[in-house]
């Protein structure tokens, strides 16, 4: 079981930066793919960035790309996505999910945070 917890959520304006942090609990979060989604209002999730166990082969929806950058510490349990040239578009609420799925789809990720609220102001 892996818990998750969001942090770092805001009201920017457009331009600003901002990161996310996602903790998570439990002793093997070392192996688990870590992702970011985001859900706007009246809109489906949608997967924002996604990265491996090793730190490796990050991967990024195009809305995002050369924006956003997700990293991971496995000896604090954190995830982050930092967030550059905000953009109104932006505004969602962010959600940090994990899977053991090696190269998952969106539907094959396990465990979800409640999600941090980002908003972005033109």
């Known amino acids: 079981q892996v818990q998750l917890v969001e942090s770092g959520g805001g009201l920017v304006q457009a331009g600003d930066s901002l990161r996310l942090s996602c903790s998570a609990s439990?002793?093997?979060?070392?192996?688990?793919?870590m992702g970011w989604f985001r859900q706007a209002p009246r809109k489906e999730r949608e997967f924002v960035a996604a990265?491996?166990?090793?730190?490796?082969?990050?991967d990024y929806a195009d809305s995002v790309k050369g924006r956003f950058t997700i990293s991971r510490d496995n000896a604090k349990n954190t995830v982050y996505l930092q967030m550059e040239r905000l953009k109104p578009e932006d505004t969602a609420i962010y959600y940090c999910?994990?899977?053991?799925?090696?190269?998952?789809?969106?539907?094959?990720?396990?465990?979800w945070g409640q999600g941090t609220q980002v908003t972005v102001s033109s």
């Open positions: 999910a994990a899977t053991t799925r090696r190269r998952p789809s969106p539907a094959q990720y396990n465990y």
């Open positions: 439990g002793r093997t979060f070392s192996s688990y793919t």
């Open positions: 990265l491996s166990w090793t730190g490796s082969s990050p």
